[in-house]
């Protein structure tokens, strides 16, 4: 039920449009007819005066030469002469008394029809003053201004509802194609693959807003498939931790001298640290999507690069060479780096065989951190899918070493966050070499 009060409005494009066209015409037509029939009828009402004026100085001219008796003759105009007192000495035939106005310009009625009238005085043969008066029809001026007012009043409607009909049908064809792709889009449904809408032949900008549609449907398919595939992978890293302690727990109850409570305590501890890290990336990369990174600010690279290097040598887990860590600052969330450094850094020790090399160094207008492994490198056919989410390029990759497969994701999409860019290549040491490249702030 519509709120009291409030005034409807059109919902459809077509008729907003057809509705401000029209208004916008008959505003413009209404103030257009009103100024024309306002300089009309100025004109006209000038060219009336102009003709009693000159009437005016031809009557005056033979009243000063014959007498007010001159002015007896005329016909179809008004001619008085008027003497001391208001009294007419002398009028035409159709100036019957009383006296005229003698002010200039005045407007009198007789006979239903309207006079203007100009006066001027006039010297008399016998040295005597008076004022002649002398008045035009404005009969012929108001039939015009009525005639065109007429034309107006009815030629104004007519044009703004023919032009009102032509916008709508106008519209009405410019908005089929738009039409034609939302019910196109309507009919898109998750499950939905391939389908994309029809792309006019015409260029305009319905061509180029189909274009984007199907860009659009581009994205959200991938997006799509990639969340699938996400929700999949997650469902089968989530369930082999929990099936492993099932059997480990099923097998201790049934046989519980086949599997004593410190070997049981070690696969259930490092399940759950499967699990956790799992949970935890999965967590990170739910933040980097919907929230990005949080606070910017001046952030030390090579503070960070320094203590992932100090942690690593106290885990005793492989040699870490951090001698070309070196000054570089950046604008960004000190976490997410930290994170960022971390999981290249734990990459390269799971997969290294003895060595890492840590190294920071500003490089044309840009802080890189490289992390070097003397491991098995990465194929280069395998260079970028090494980043997706849940994947293991070989067995040497493998959930025994600790890897979630969920490292390289949240580095990249970290570094993507930063407004960076990272790269795997092969190094020096013979591996792997993770070049990230961050822009230098703070």
Do not use: K
């Given at each position: 039920?519509p709120?009291?009060?409030?005034?409807?409005?059109?919902q459809?494009?077509?008729?907003?449009?057809?509705?401000?066209?029209?208004?916008?015409?008959?505003?413009?037509l209404?103030i257009?007819?009103?100024?024309?029939?306002?300089?009309?009828?100025?004109?006209?009402?000038?060219?009336?005066r102009?003709?009693a004026?000159?009437?005016?100085e031809?009557?005056?001219?033979?009243?000063?030469?014959d007498?007010?008796?001159?002015?007896?003759?005329?016909?179809?105009?008004?001619?008085?002469?008027?003497?001391?007192?208001?009294?007419?000495?002398?009028?035409?035939?159709?100036?019957?008394?009383?006296?005229?106005?003698?002010?200039?310009?005045?407007?009198?009625?007789?006979?239903?029809?309207?006079?203007?009238?100009?006066?001027?005085?006039v010297d008399?043969p016998?040295?005597?003053e008076?004022?002649?008066?002398?008045?035009a029809?404005?009969?012929?001026a108001?039939?015009?201004?009525t005639?065109v007012?007429?034309?107006?009043?009815?030629?104004?409607?007519?044009?703004?509802?023919?032009?009102g009909?032509?916008?709508?049908?106008?519209?009405?064809?410019s908005?089929?194609?738009?039409?034609?792709?939302?019910?196109?889009?309507?009919?898109?449904?998750a499950?939905s693959?391939?389908?994309?809408?029809?792309?006019?032949?015409?260029g305009?900008?319905?061509?180029?807003?189909?274009?984007?549609m199907?860009?659009?449907?581009?994205?959200?398919?991938r997006?799509?498939?990639?969340?699938?595939?996400?929700?999949?992978?997650?469902?089968?890293?989530?369930?082999?931790?929990?099936a492993?302690?099932?059997q480990?727990?099923s097998?201790?109850?049934?046989?519980?001298?086949?599997?004593?409570?410190d070997e049981?305590?070690?696969?259930?501890?490092?399940?759950?640290?499967?699990?956790?890290g799992l949970?935890?990336?999965?967590?990170?990369?739910s933040?980097?999507?919907?929230r990005?990174?949080?606070?910017r600010?001046?952030?030390?690279?090579?503070?960070l690069?320094?203590?992932?290097?100090?942690?690593?040598?106290?885990?005793g887990?492989?040699?870490?060479?951090?001698?070309?860590?070196?000054?570089?600052?950046v604008?960004?969330d000190?976490?997410?780096?930290?994170?960022?450094?971390?999981?290249?850094?734990?990459?390269?020790?799971?997969?290294?065989?003895?060595?890492?090399?840590?190294?920071?160094?500003?490089?044309?207008?840009?802080?890189e951190?490289?992390v070097?492994?003397?491991?098995?490198?990465?194929?280069?056919?395998?260079?970028?899918?090494?980043?997706?989410?849940?994947?293991?390029?070989?067995?040497?990759?493998s959930?025994?070493?600790?890897?979630?497969?969920?490292?390289?994701?949240i580095?990249?999409?970290?570094v993507?966050?930063?407004g960076?860019?990272?790269?795997?290549?092969?190094?020096?040491?013979?591996?792997?070499?993770?070049v990230?490249r961050?822009?230098?702030?703070?």
């Amino acid at each position: 039920m519509p709120e009291r009060g409030r005034v409807h409005r059109p919902q459809s494009l077509r008729a907003r449009t057809t509705l401000a066209a029209v208004l916008v015409v008959l505003g413009a037509l209404v103030i257009g007819s009103v100024a024309f029939v306002t300089v009309l009828r100025l004109v006209l009402v000038d060219g009336v005066r102009a003709g009693a004026e000159s009437g005016l100085e031809q009557a005056a001219a033979r009243v000063e030469a014959d007498g007010a008796s001159a002015v007896d003759g005329y016909d179809e105009v008004l001619v008085q002469v008027v003497g001391d007192g208001g009294r007419v000495l002398a009028h035409g035939d159709d100036a019957d008394p009383p006296a005229l106005p003698t002010a200039d310009e005045s407007r009198v009625t007789l006979d239903g029809e309207r006079w203007l009238l100009v006066a001027d005085d006039v010297d008399l043969p016998g040295g005597s003053e008076a004022t002649i008066v002398y008045g035009a029809s404005l009969d012929a001026a108001d039939t015009a201004t009525t005639a065109v007012v007429t034309l107006l009043a009815i030629g104004v409607p007519l044009l703004v509802t023919l032009m009102g009909i032509g916008t709508w049908i106008v519209v009405g064809r410019s908005l089929r194609p738009v039409e034609r792709i939302r019910r196109e889009v309507a009919t898109v449904r998750a499950a939905s693959h391939g389908v994309r809408v029809a792309v006019p032949e015409t260029g305009d900008e319905v061509a180029r807003l189909a274009d984007t549609m199907n860009d659009m449907l581009d994205r959200l398919e991938r997006a799509a498939v990639a969340q699938r595939r996400f929700v999949a992978d997650a469902s089968h890293e989530l369930r082999s931790p929990i099936a492993s302690v099932r059997q480990h727990a099923s097998v201790a109850r049934a046989h519980p001298d086949r599997i004593d409570v410190d070997e049981l305590t070690e696969v259930v501890l490092a399940e759950n640290d499967r699990l956790a890290g799992l949970v935890d990336g999965l967590l990170e990369l739910s933040r980097l999507d919907e929230r990005g990174i949080g606070e910017r600010r001046a952030v030390d690279l090579d503070d960070l690069a320094l203590a992932e290097v100090s942690r690593t040598r106290g885990a005793g887990v492989c040699t870490v060479d951090g001698s070309g860590i070196s000054a570089a600052r950046v604008l960004g969330d000190d976490r997410v780096l930290s994170r960022v450094v971390r999981n290249l850094v734990d990459n390269a020790c799971r997969h290294a065989r003895e060595r890492i090399a840590v190294a920071v160094r500003e490089v044309g207008g840009a802080a890189e951190l490289t992390v070097d492994d003397d491991g098995s490198g990465v194929p280069e056919s395998e260079r970028e899918r090494v980043f997706d989410r849940f994947v293991r390029l070989d067995e040497s990759r493998s959930r025994d070493a600790g890897g979630s497969g969920l490292g390289l994701a949240i580095v990249r999409d970290a570094v993507r966050a930063h407004g960076g860019s990272v790269e795997v290549v092969t190094s020096p040491l013979g591996g792997a070499r993770f070049v990230v490249r961050l822009p230098l702030g703070g």
